[in-house]
Every structure is written in structure tokens, then in C-alpha cells.
């Protein structure tokens, strides 16, 4: 089980040069945890040891979580929806097994925005998602492959709770 004052941590472990914030938040978009590495002036305030910056650059880190949340719960839904369709084009077994279960995983959505590359991924069964922001020029490849691994161990931390309830 994932202790909160892990949570940093662990997202930190995918941060460097080229991914330079990772974000935990609920598909609802609350924020559970977030590391960032390098502070882009743009998306961030400058850091001093004001609390009033502070609280702003949290309040930006739990806004951005909020939106990116947001917009892949919308693109979750639509994969679920055009699934659904019945249409000329053979089902795959693993595609049948999610209609039945009536909901789906996002792999990774990868996006390209003013702030850089965001990559998404799901933690499984959890509603919780795993939001990656990367310089524009990272690799997709290697992007993806974190954000992906990441959210495997995120899912695994959290199977404890899911068996005790």
C-alpha cells in the first residue's frame, strides 16, 4: 500500500531532463501527489520561499492535474462508447471482456501541448490516473515506457486496498 508521503517519491522516479513533472490524481481530478523536477516559468510561478508562491504553484499543479484528468476520462469514455458500437469490424476477446465489465483501461494518451508533452496512463481498476508533462522534444518512446510502468506499480501498491474492502 502507498503511503501519501510516498507518493512524491515514487512519482519522482521518472523525472530528469526530459520528463520534468509527474502528477497522481483521481479521475475526478483531485490531486493525491505530484513531483516536479524543473519549473517551467510558464506553467509555474517562481519559487521562493514565500507561502503565497507556494500556494499559488500548488494551486497551478492541482489546476493542470484537474484538466488533464478531465480530458482523458473524456477520451476513456469514448473509447468505451465506440466499442460499443456494433460494427463491420471483428471484436477482439480482451475488447469483449471490457464491454462485459463495462469499463475500460487508458494505456497511455499522449499529448502535445503549449506546455509540453503530457503523457496519461490509468492504474488499472483504481480511478486514479498517471499524468506525465515532458519537454516537447522527449522521446514518445521512452515517455510512454515510464508513464506505463509507473502506473503498473501505482496499481499494485493499491491491490491491498481493494482486497480489503
Do not use: W
Amino acid at each position: 500500500m502507498i503511503r501519501s508521503t510516498r507518493i512524491p517519491p515514487i512519482l519522482n522516479r521518472i523525472c530528469d531532463d526530459t520528463i520534468h513533472s509527474a502528477l497522481l490524481v483521481t479521475a475526478d481530478g483531485e490531486l493525491l501527489g505530484a513531483s516536479t523536477r524543473k519549473c517551467s516559468p510558464s506553467l509555474f510561478p517562481a519559487s521562493s520561499s514565500d507561502s503565497s508562491s507556494l500556494a499559488s504553484s500548488t494551486s497551478a499543479i492541482e489546476n493542470l492535474g484537474t484538466l488533464i484528468a478531465d480530458i482523458a476520462v473524456d477520451y476513456q469514455r469514448l473509447g468505451e462508447e465506440y466499442a460499443a458500437i456494433d460494427g463491420p469490424y471483428s471484436v477482439s476477446l480482451h475488447q469483449q471482456q471490457q464491454q462485459r465489465s463495462g469499463k475500460s483501461q487508458l494505456q497511455c494518451l499522449l499529448m502535445d501541448l503549449e506546455l509540453g508533452l503530457v503523457a496519461v496512463s490509468s492504474c488499472g481498476s483504481f480511478d486514479c490516473l498517471v499524468i506525465a508533462i515532458a519537454s516537447p522534444t522527449a522521446p514518445l518512446g521512452v515517455v510512454k515506457a515510464r508513464i506505463q510502468t509507473l502506473s503498473v506499480y501505482v496499481q499494485e501498491s493499491l491491490s491491498p486496498l481493494a482486497e480489503n474492502s
